[in-house]
T-cell receptor, first 118, second 116 residues
């Protein structure tokens, strides 16, 4: 089945530094990738939608200059948290889709990345 | 705008019994998909079951079934014969075909605890 690899699974960084999280589709071409953020005991909140070769579409309230998303190829999307602060500490999870819509089996999630900013 | 509501923050069920997790949704799109995911403490999102808006029969996957009532806009998850390993967060989600760019929107989640 479709596999999405997300790396790193966890990262600790100092306040003010930038952190990059990668999301790779291993055995399919991901035309669309979604980035979510999840705080403890809360739901997944969609941050942005990225389509290969074009600019990401950010959800309302998400700072595009802080959360840089790049989808340069059909198998890789990256989320960079710039100038991270403790309030950015969260669980970030990506999801990849091979086509616009054709049922459940084309939306695959990565295992998530837990970011802690000291 | 699409909206997913799960009104049960936490649920308890005795091992081997069945449990129903509630989910209601709101959408103006005629074509959409409804999903249930399980999230254990490890954080991974495990796909459980899918129901398309045009599917006439309720979806079933092993011990999971989806009670789809389109007129009421509800998509409840039924877990039969609960197991200790079913203890986790459960999320209902919806994806519209033509609106919202196909993105998946989640409900608030229900934390299920299975008692031995």
């Amino acid at each position: 089945g479709a596999v999405v690899s997300q790396h790193p699974s966890w990262v600790i960084c100092k306040s003010g530094t930038s952190v990059k999280i990668e999301c790779r589709s291993l055995d399919f071409q991901a035309t669309t990738m979604f980035w979510y953020r999840q705080f403890p005991k809360q739901s997944l909140m969609l941050m942005a939608t990225s389509n290969e070769g074009s600019k990401a579409t950010y959800e309302q309230g998400v700072e595009k200059d802080k959360f840089l998303i790049n989808h340069a190829s059909l198998t890789l999307s990256t989320l960079t948290v710039t100038s991270a602060h403790p309030e950015d500490s969260s669980f970030y999870i990506c999801s990849a889709s091979s086509q616009f819509f054709s049922g459940a089996n084309v939306l695959t999630f990565g295992a998530g990345s837990r970011l802690t900013v000291l | 705008a699409q909206k997913i509501t799960q009104t049960q923050p936490g649920m308890f069920v005795q091992e081997k019994e069945a449990v129903t997790l509630d989910c209601t949704y709101d959408t103006s799109d005629q074509s959409y998909g409804l999903f249930w995911y399980k999230q254990p403490s490890s954080g991974e999102m495990i796909f459980l079951i899918y129901q398309g808006s045009y599917d006439e029969q309720n979806a079933t996957e092993g011990r999971y079934s989806l009670n789809f009532q389109k007129a009421r806009k509800s998509a409840n998850l039924v877990i039969s014969a609960s197991q200790l390993g079913d203890s986790a967060m459960y999320f209902c989600a919806m994806r519209e075909v033509y609106n919202q760019g196909g993105k998946l929107i989640f409900g608030q989640g229900t934390e299920l605890s299975v008692k031995p």
